[in-house]
C-alpha cells in the first residue's frame, strides 16, 4: 500500500477524492490536512471530519493547517461553485463526526507523520499548496520521507477562476511556485487540460443516485456544482477534478505524464496564478522539470472513479 497524506479544502470534488481514496486499498490514508480555498479553513475541516465519518474512516486524523496564503490575501472564495458550506449547503446532511480535529497544526503532523514513516508517504495537495510549500520550507529534511507530490491545479491553456489560472494555484501562487520548484521532491501536476475531459455526464451521476450510502450522499452534495456547469458548459454532469489526481495516487500510470519545465506566474498583472508550462520537448533546460499529466483514457479514468464510490 501506499502511504498517503490529502491536503484539502473540501469542496465537491475534493469529496470525491477523499471518498475514492477511502474505498481504495492501494493506499493507507495516513491523515487529512486542510486549508482555505473553496471556502473558509472553519468549513473545510468541518467538511473533511464528516466526509471521513461518511466513509468510515473516522480513525483517519484531520488536521487544520492555513487559513490565508503565504504573502497576498485571496479576495475571493468558490461558494457560487461549491456553495456557502462547500458542499452545495448539504453539509448537515452527511454525519456528525465522531472525533474531534487533531490539536497539531496540518503541517507539524505532515512532518510528524513523515518521521514515523518506513516508507516513502506520498502527499496529495488537492486545495491550495501552503501547507505543503510551509512543510517544505520549514522541514527540509524530511524531504527524502516524500515518495512524490501529486498535486491537482493549473492549466496549461488557461484556467477557470481568470482566463489565465486556475483556482488553486491563483489562490496561492507563491505557494505553489514554492512546491513546484522543489528540486528535490518528484511532483506529478494534474492540469485543467486533462481534468476537464474526465467530465461525468447526467446518465453517470444518476448511477450514484442509486448506489450505496456513500454514492447517494455524495451525490447530494452536488446540485451547486451541477448547476455551475449547466451555466457555463450548458449541459448536465460535473468534472471530478481533485479524484482525478487522486486516481494516479492509487493507481501509478492511470494518467500519461510529461516532463516539462514549469512556472508560476507570482507577479499581480492579469496573469497572476497562471502555470507556464514548457511543452516543447527535447529541449535543454535548466528549470526544473515537472511531470505533468496530459493525457489519460478519459472513459477509464470516469469509470474507475464512479465504481469505486459506488462501491
Known sequence: MTPLIIDTDPGIDDAFAIALTAASPEVELLAVTTTFGNVGLEHTTRNALRLLELCGRPDVPVAAGADRPLVHATPHRAVEVHGGDGLSGAADTLPKASKEVDGRHAVTLMADLLREASEPVTIAPIGPMTNVALLLAL???LKPKIGRIVAMGGGAKGGNITAAAEFNIWSDPEA??????EEDVPTVLVPLDLTHRCFVDAKGMDRLATGGPVARALN??????????????????MVLHDAIALAEVIRPGILRTTACPVEVDTSHGPGRGATIVDQRLGLPSQRRLVDVALDADVDELGEFVLSRVLG
Not at 505553489?176 to 520548484?181: G, N, S
Not at 447530494?220 to 454532469?237: E, F, I, W
Request: charged share 20%; glycine share 8%.
Open 139 to 141: 522541514h527540509p529534511e
Open 176 to 181: 505553489a511556485h514554492r512546491v513546484l520548484a
Open 220 to 237: 447530494a452534495l452536488t446540485p451547486s456544482y451541477r448547476a455551475t456547469y449547466r451555466r457555463v458548459l450548458g449541459t448536465d454532469g
